[in-house]
Structures are given as structure tokens and as C-alpha cells.
């Protein structure tokens, strides 16, 4: 009877091997497949080109292979944290990905600022005695007013429209050189001795004024009258579409039509819209091209599409002039007109007149 033979050595060795490799690959396969598994499933399960949100992106180098474009594309759309060397805050902001060179633009304003309460009453008289005192006070002091001193003509210029004519703000240098530029915003008023004074004086004059009968009219060399009014809004588009040549306008869309990009001087007697123009000029930023402002309020009344208690009222009134003061404005001259009633919000009270004229100069002016 023949014996059974013992298995070979080598035999072992071979099976060993191959169930090694086996291994090996399966090691291989599983380290792939996690490796794609870590890209976006969506990104590797559609057909075509990766989809894009809309903007810039960083395009592929020539040469560049195709999955050296794709990551770059795919951090340049990452939401990573900045290294605290790069000078990033730590966390994604929008616009992050914007071109170099392009300043980022601000965001809109939607309301101002309201200041703290004058007290903690909240009430009527605390608010008018601040509000009060604030613009009865100069907050810089200007030691040449008005343009009688620069005047070529007879006509004296009437009070109490008043410039600051002293040397560092520029303005009295550019009446000089017959390069400034004057906007009034009126209603039908027939005093137009300050604006006749400025185009005398070698100054571009632009009058604003829905009662004149023509849309342009140049009155003289340096003057002109432009059938238009100047509002916080601009007119709605479906009225703009049924009257395309309405006569209402923002006083930024009124720069922009007529090309300016600075005014040395704004003057303006809205008949108690000045509050809403105004509001509107500090939320547009327009406020950065104006060198001075000569604006009459009136207080008998809270004014146009300004409601609430009466303290909330003058609070609103004192936030918006703080809103100048922040914005580097300085008031330099305070008229009070005693020929117009002394009403206060319909009330007599601080031997307070309804109508004062304030100006201010912008101290960053160049």
C-alpha cells in the first residue's frame, strides 16, 4: 500500500504570497475609494462641465492638467477659515473671491443712527432743550462769512445765507479761479439775491425750482433754472415709464444726469422736506461730495413722512444732525428768523422760533 505524500513547502509559499497580494490590492482599492468619496458626490455623479455660482472664477493655467484646474476652482469656492497670517478675520465673508485692484463697495443704509434719549423721562422738554442748544452752538469758527468781500456788483448779498469764506476750506480759493458750483433747491421762492450773487461772482449756479416754466433756462452767464425738484425718492419706474420726463428727482440721480461730481456749495429751503432730503443725502453718501451745506428747517411741524410722539420727533431731528457731525460737518453760522412764528411742534415753548437756517462746512473738503 503506497503511502500519502506530505504537501510540498513550496506549494505553501505560493498560496502565502498570492493571499498577500490579494491584501495588498484590497488595502489599495479601499484607499481609492475613500479618497473619491471625500469630493463633493454631486460634483462626480453628473454628466458635463461642474456647475458654477454666478461670478468670478479663477480659470486654468495653460498646460495645467485637468485635476490641478479643478482643485484650484474648488478652493477658490471653499469656505476655509484664513490662516491668522493672510490678515483675514478667521471666517468667510461674502464677496471673498472679488478681482484684485476692485475696492469692495459699501452696503446700503436703510435708516440713520438714532441717538441715546436726552433723558430718562424721554420726554418733549428734555429733547427740545437739546435739540435747542445744539443748533444754537457753533461747533467751528469761521472768521469770513458771506461774499460781500469778493462782491463785483452793487447787490448786496442777504442774510441769512451764509458761506465760510476762510482760506482752508477752499471754497473762497475757488470762487477766485471761477470754478465753483452752487446747487438751490427752492419752492417758488422769488429771493434769489445769494444765487445772483455766486454767478456774479464767477460760480456755477444751478437753481432748482418745479415752479419755472421751461425745463432749462440759463438766466445769465454762470446761472441756471431747471424745472426740477429735488426728493428723498425717485419717482416709482412704472411712473418714470407713463412720464419720462417727470420733474421729481434724488439729488444723487440729479449728479449723475447732469455729470457733476462735486458741489462746493448746497443750498436748499425745502418747506419742510428738508428732513427726508437730508435723511437721504447721509444713507446715499452724497454728503462726501458737497462742501458746504446751507439748509433752512422748520420745527413748527414733524415735516414730510416724519411721525411719532413729539419727543421721538425731535429725537429724530438731533440724530440726523449728529449723523453730519459724524460725518465731519460742522456747523458754523445759526440764524434764527423771529419774523416767523415762535412755535415749537405747534407749541410755545424755549422762546423758539419755527424756522432757523443753519450752515456747515465739510472740514475734509479739498
Given at each position: 500500500?503506497?503511502r500519502?505524500?506530505?504537501p510540498?513547502?513550496g506549494?505553501?509559499?505560493l498560496?502565502?504570497?498570492?493571499?498577500?497580494?490579494?491584501?495588498?490590492?484590497?488595502?489599495?482599492?479601499c484607499?481609492?475609494?475613500?479618497?473619491?468619496?471625500?469630493?463633493?458626490?454631486?460634483r462626480?455623479a453628473?454628466?458635463?462641465?461642474?456647475?458654477?455660482p454666478?461670478g468670478?472664477?479663477?480659470q486654468?493655467?495653460p498646460?495645467?492638467?485637468r485635476?490641478?484646474s479643478?482643485?484650484?476652482?474648488?478652493?477658490?469656492?471653499s469656505?476655509?477659515?484664513?490662516?491668522p497670517?493672510d490678515?483675514g478675520?478667521?471666517?468667510?465673508?461674502p464677496?471673498?473671491?472679488a478681482?484684485r485692484g476692485?475696492?469692495?463697495?459699501?452696503?446700503?443704509?436703510?435708516?440713520i443712527?438714532?441717538q441715546?434719549w436726552?433723558?430718562?423721562a424721554?420726554s418733549?422738554?428734555?429733547?427740545?432743550?437739546?435739540?435747542?442748544?445744539?443748533?444754537?452752538?457753533?461747533?467751528?469758527?469761521?472768521?469770513?462769512?458771506?461774499?460781500?468781500s469778493?462782491a463785483t456788483?452793487?447787490?448786496?448779498?442777504?442774510k441769512p445765507?451764509?458761506?465760510?469764506?476762510?482760506?482752508?476750506?477752499?471754497?473762497?480759493?475757488?470762487?477766485?479761479n471761477?470754478?465753483?458750483?452752487?446747487?438751490?433747491?427752492?419752492?417758488?421762492?422769488?429771493?434769489?439775491?445769494?444765487e445772483?450773487?455766486?454767478?456774479?461772482n464767477?460760480?456755477?449756479?444751478h437753481r432748482f425750482?418745479?415752479?419755472?416754466?421751461?425745463?432749462?433756462?440759463l438766466?445769465?452767464?454762470h446761472?441756471?433754472y431747471?424745472?426740477?425738484?429735488?426728493d428723498?425718492r425717485d419717482?416709482?419706474?412704472?411712473?418714470?415709464a407713463?412720464?419720462?420726463h417727470s420733474?421729481?428727482?434724488k439729488?444723487g440721480?440729479?449728479?449723475n444726469?447732469f455729470?457733476?461730481?462735486?458741489?462746493?456749495?448746497?443750498?436748499?429751503?425745502l418747506?419742510?422736506?428738508?428732513?427726508k432730503?437730508l435723511?437721504?443725502?447721509i444713507l446715499?453718501d452724497?454728503l462726501e461730495?458737497?462742501g458746504q451745506?446751507?439748509?433752512?428747517?422748520?420745527l413748527?411741524?414733524?415735516?414730510?413722512?416724519v411721525s411719532?410722539?413729539d419727543?421721538?420727533v425731535?429725537r429724530?431731528w438731533?440724530?440726523?444732525?449728529?449723523?453730519?457731525?459724524?460725518?465731519d460737518f460742522?456747523?458754523?453760522?445759526?440764524?434764527k428768523?423771529l419774523s416767523?412764528p415762535?412755535?415749537?411742534?405747534k407749541?410755545?415753548?424755549?422762546?423758539?422760533?419755527?424756522c432757523?437756517?443753519l450752515?456747515?462746512?465739510n472740514t475734509?473738503?479739498?
Amino acid at each position: 500500500m503506497a503511502r500519502e505524500r506530505p504537501p510540498r513547502r513550496g506549494c505553501g509559499t505560493l498560496r502565502r504570497c498570492l493571499l498577500g497580494a490579494a491584501l495588498l490590492l484590497g488595502l489599495r482599492l479601499c484607499a481609492d475609494l475613500r479618497r473619491v468619496g471625500s469630493g463633493s458626490p454631486a460634483r462626480s455623479a453628473l454628466p458635463g462641465p461642474a456647475w458654477r455660482p454666478p461670478g468670478p472664477h479663477l480659470q486654468p493655467a495653460p498646460g495645467s492638467p485637468r485635476g490641478a484646474s479643478r482643485r484650484q476652482v474648488t478652493y477658490v469656492r471653499s469656505g476655509r477659515r484664513a490662516p491668522p497670517g493672510d490678515g483675514g478675520s478667521g471666517t468667510p465673508e461674502p464677496g471673498c473671491c472679488a478681482p484684485r485692484g476692485r475696492p469692495r463697495r459699501k452696503g446700503p443704509r436703510w435708516h440713520i443712527d438714532l441717538q441715546p434719549w436726552a433723558g430718562p423721562a424721554q420726554s418733549l422738554d428734555e429733547e427740545a432743550w437739546r435739540f435747542l442748544r445744539y443748533i444754537s452752538t457753533a461747533q467751528i469758527a469761521c472768521n469770513h462769512m458771506n461774499t460781500d468781500s469778493l462782491a463785483t456788483d452793487s447787490s448786496p448779498t442777504h442774510k441769512p445765507w451764509s458761506v465760510c469764506l476762510d482760506d482752508r476750506f477752499n471754497l473762497a480759493h475757488q470762487i477766485r479761479n471761477k470754478q465753483c458750483r452752487l446747487y438751490s433747491l427752492g419752492l417758488g421762492s422769488d429771493d434769489t439775491h445769494f444765487e445772483v450773487s455766486m454767478a456774479n461772482n464767477g460760480c456755477e449756479v444751478h437753481r432748482f425750482d418745479p415752479s419755472v416754466k421751461s425745463a432749462h433756462i440759463l438766466e445769465s452767464q454762470h446761472l441756471w433754472y431747471h424745472r426740477l425738484s429735488i426728493d428723498w425718492r425717485d419717482p416709482h419706474p412704472a411712473v418714470a415709464a407713463q412720464k419720462p420726463h417727470s420733474n421729481t428727482r434724488k439729488l444723487g440721480s440729479i449728479l449723475n444726469e447732469f455729470g457733476h461730481h462735486k458741489i462746493d456749495v448746497l443750498k436748499a429751503d425745502l418747506e419742510s422736506a428738508e428732513w427726508k432730503v437730508l435723511e437721504n443725502l447721509i444713507l446715499e453718501d452724497v454728503l462726501e461730495r458737497i462742501g458746504q451745506l446751507i439748509f433752512e428747517i422748520h420745527l413748527h411741524w414733524p415735516g414730510f413722512e416724519v411721525s411719532g410722539s413729539d419727543s421721538s420727533v425731535v429725537r429724530f431731528w438731533y440724530s440726523l444732525l449728529k449723523e453730519l457731525e459724524q460725518k465731519d460737518f460742522r456747523l458754523f453760522h445759526s440764524y434764527k428768523d423771529l419774523s416767523k412764528p415762535q412755535l415749537f411742534l405747534k407749541k410755545d415753548i424755549f422762546n423758539a422760533s419755527s424756522c432757523y437756517t443753519l450752515s456747515w462746512v465739510n472740514t475734509r473738503w479739498k
